[in-house]
């Protein structure tokens, strides 16, 4: 499965995710390559640091990629990994358009605030342009970052269900310093000791909600996610 994490709109989590989302799938014992496409290296700057952290045992691959290249290198490269996960700006680059014509699952975080939310029909736009070149993309959006409490994650979700061309993952992950923590010590945060349980059951409950709406999946992997994973929570 070729996994894009991505979006128009900046500082919702998109490198936080993809990187849990590699460590999730390396977890549940697949190969896996992360793939940096956007201009700021974040999730480059993460993977060095948990070589450094692990003495070169990562547990999975990561290269960087920009441009056409995200789309020519990764039909290149995928055959010799089970998956791909590609990360992608904050903006509508030629990078995550690329990545766009080849992925598999699109993953939209959204924080819960009117500038974010507001963006949500340009990001269906972009998913409807990509899905006549790459008619078997698949888009997901779910709240990343949500509040402890409060509307404003009920109203976000209330508009991100109401587009068509995105399905909405009814989980959400909450703004917590385990992230921060975990990233610290080149860890995901289901890795993280000691473990924040809430931050990692709302992660492993996202996890393995991709994974059982990817019907292509092999079904050890998702028994591995919900043994291995779950667990965790």
Known sequence: MLYLVGGIKGGSGKTTVAVNLAVGLMLAGRDILLVDADDQETATDFCEW?????????????IQL????????????AEKYQDVVIDTGGR??????????VADVYLVPFNPRSFDIWTISKVSKLVEEAQHLNPNLKAYVFLN????????NDDAAEALKEVTALTYLDVSLGNRKAYANAATQGMGVMELQPEDK????????????????????????????????????
Request: hydrophobic fraction near 35%.
């Open 145 to 152: 970052r949500a509040d402890a409490r409060g509307s404003d």
């Open 66 to 77: 920009s441009g056409q290249a995200a789309r020519n290198e990764i039909l290149r490269l």
């Open 92 to 101: 509508d680059t030629n990078s995550q358009r690329a990545a766009l014509t």
């Open 198 to 233: 809430k931050a990692s059951a709302e992660f492993a409950a996202l996890f393995n909600l991709i994974i059982d709406f990817e019907k292509n999946v092999e079904s050890k992997v998702r028994s591995n996610v919900k043994s291995d994973v779950k667990v965790k929570g």
């Open 50 to 62: 948990r070589n450094q952290r692990t003495e070169g045992n990562a547990g999975f691959t990561a």
